[in-house]
């Protein structure tokens, strides 16, 4: 199987994020994608290949070009405006009822802040995204990681894998958060789209609630988003992901989210995966995007799930025999010593490859 990589991500090397007011030691880190990749390479049924650049048109169609222009220029601006900080972290929101009684047409023209602070503010989720030197450039290289696997799969391979760091699903059109910058899937699902004229399926497999992309394709009825994840009650993003959000005007009924309990083990999670399958067999296209996280695995330092690692095997074979051309790509998954054999797990099973014993 064709593995893409770069090693572009390194340079977002962020060490820290911020945790109910405290700053924490960062999950999202660069020894995520390095013990993948060294799993790749270990178990020698991976090809790697580098990514070919993309440029911005194809992130413009799926964000906005000010989320863009932020992302490129908070850098530079932190060290002009000699922020005493090895990080950009937003502390103050548009929490929605600071607007409340605005009409909708004085909201449209209330101006983007000048100051950085103000503008991670503005274009940001929460305080767990720091922003540091090569995070821009990182976050622009796993789109390519993204777009040239879709290049792949579209050129013919059933299945590929793109190691995308940092991860994409919380990012909506105009907002980064949850570790996410840009939002990979979303933008290689448009490109499919756009290439094959035919419908496309995303199936979220992280932990969590992949709001940014229900959010990207919410009235759209040529992109089917399918999600298995913590319940939103209890887990991040917290205001989204509830069973009854299923998409509105074009896109209505192409949304399905299926929250899940505390402790949800390998035999429920491969009952509640049959309904997303189905619904996705059920509906006419072709390429299904995969939103692959590990952080359902049962020792993640921050999820509550409980799989193992013989389970997403299982999984990955279970998804491959949609019978339908894969791009898979990388989002959550924080416990580091299991990340590469999870991966290399999966990704077996949806190659058709038999799996491993347990270490
Ligand atoms: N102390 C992905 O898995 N909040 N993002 C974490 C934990 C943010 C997860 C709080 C979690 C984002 C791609
Ligand atoms: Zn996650």
């Known amino acids: 199987m064709k593995a893409v990589y770069t090693s572009r991500h390194r340079g977002h090397d962020v060490t820290h994020e911020t945790f109910l007011g405290e700053s924490i030691p960062a999950n999202e880190v660069v020894a995520r994608a390095e013990s993948i990749r060294a799993a790749l390479e270990t178990d020698g049924?991976?090809?790697l290949v580098g990514p070919t650049d993309h440029g911005r048109g194809p992130i413009e169609a799926v964000h906005d070009p000010g989320l863009v222009r932020f992302l490129e220029e908070s850098w530079p601006a932190v060290e002009r405006e000699r922020i005493p900080r090895p990080a950009l972290i937003a502390d103050t929101y548009p929490s929605r009822p600071m607007f409340e009684g605005m009409s909708e047409a004085v909201l449209a023209t209330r101006p983007e802040p000048d100051a950085i602070a103000g503008r991670a503010g503005w274009w940001g989720l929460d305080t767990a995204n720091p922003i540091v030197a090569g995070t821009y450039d990182a976050a622009r290289g796993a789109v390519d990681v993204a777009l040239t696997t879709l290049d792949l799969v579209l050129a013919g391979?059933?299945?590929?894998?793109?190691?995308?760091?940092?991860?994409?699903?919380?990012?909506?059109?105009?907002?980064?958060?949850?570790?996410?910058?840009?939002?990979n899937a979303a933008i290689a699902a448009e490109a499919a789209t756009r290439a094959t004229g035919e419908r496309v399926a995303i199936l979220d497999l992280d932990f969590h609630h992949?709001?940014?992309?229900?959010?990207?394709?919410?009235?759209?009825g040529d992109v089917f988003y399918a999600s298995l994840h913590g319940d939103p009650r209890r887990i991040y993003p917290f205001f989204l992901g509830h069973a009854d959000e299923t998409?509105?005007?074009?896109?209505?009924?192409?949304?399905?989210?299926?929250?899940?309990?505390?402790?949800?083990?390998d035999e429920a999670y491969l009952e509640a995966l049959q309904r997303p399958l189905d619904a996705i067999a059920d509906r006419p296209g072709g390429l299904v995007v995969v939103s692959l996280g590990f952080d359902t695995y049962r020792d993640d330092p921050i999820c509550d799930f409980a799989l193992t690692t013989p389970v997403y095997h299982?999984?990955?074979?279970?998804?491959?025999?949609?019978g339908r051309p894969l791009v898979v790509l990388q989002e959550g998954g924080y416990h580091l010593p299991t990340l590469g054999a999870n991966a290399v797990a999966w990704l077996r099973g949806a190659a058709g490859r038999a799996g491993l014993a347990e270490p």
């Open 157 to 183: 391979e059933r299945v590929a894998y793109g190691l995308c760091r940092p991860p994409g699903h919380h990012a909506a059109r105009s907002m980064a958060g949850g570790y996410c910058f840009f939002n």
């Open 314 to 322: 299982e999984i990955g074979r279970r998804v491959a025999s949609l």
């Open 247 to 265: 998409g509105e005007g074009d896109g209505a009924g192409e949304n399905l989210n299926l929250p899940l309990p505390a402790g949800t083990g």
């Open 210 to 220: 992949g709001n940014g992309t229900q959010q990207i394709f919410w009235r759209r």
């Open 45 to 47: 049924g991976f090809e």
